[in-house]
């Protein structure tokens, strides 16, 4: 299997006004696309699995195990020991009907973000470009904890590890 990350971001923003009553003006933005380092077995660091899913915390918690990761598309089971999370993306549908909140998990904790929560909002979506600064997936070191206020409320996740 050969694995590659290419993210890519792009932002387009319009708004038309009429201050005056009498005319339209038009104000935009574009931002040309903006490409975060592409990552595969060939880069540094590499990146050799990829590990893509859904959870529902819904009005709970629901923890992520990253050695034993769900990948839908593939239908499998993956276990990332070893290897570090190198790029990983959390995003919540727009029927969400509040925040999902993503952390190390209350046992074996993967620090993320130096152990700080990440807020997903309905409809939005949290990026991480992580490179090389995390530790392997471990024993100790393994568990997200995905803590949702409302019931049936998801959360998509995408890891790139290696």
Not at 46 to 56: D, F, K, S, Y
Not at 91 to 107: F, H, L, M, Q, W
Request: with cysteine; charged share 15%; glycine share 10%.
């Amino acid at each position: 299997m050969t694995v590659s990350v290419n993210p890519t971001f792009r932002s387009n923003a319009s708004r038309t006004t009429d201050p005056t009553g009498s005319a339209e003006y038009t104000i935009s933005y574009n931002e040309t696309d903006r490409t975060t380092p592409k990552f595969d077995a060939d880069t540094t660091p590499p990146v050799t699995e990829l590990a893509a899913g859904q959870i529902t915390p819904g009005a709970g918690t629901s923890t992520l195990n990253l050695a034993a990761i769900p990948d839908t598309p593939s239908n499998q089971t993956l276990d990332l020991t070893g290897i570090k999370v190198v790029y990983c993306r959390f995003s919540c549908p727009t029927t969400n009907g509040a925040v999902v909140k993503v952390k190390p998990g209350a046992s074996n904790p993967y620090n993320l973000q130096g152990g700080e929560e990440i807020w997903v909002y309905p409809g939005g979506q949290h990026e991480l470009v992580l490179r090389d600064g995390l530790t392997d997936v471990a024993a100790g070191a393994r568990t997200l904890d995905c803590v949702g206020s409302v019931a049936g409320d998801k959360l998509n996740y995408l890891f790139a590890a290696g």
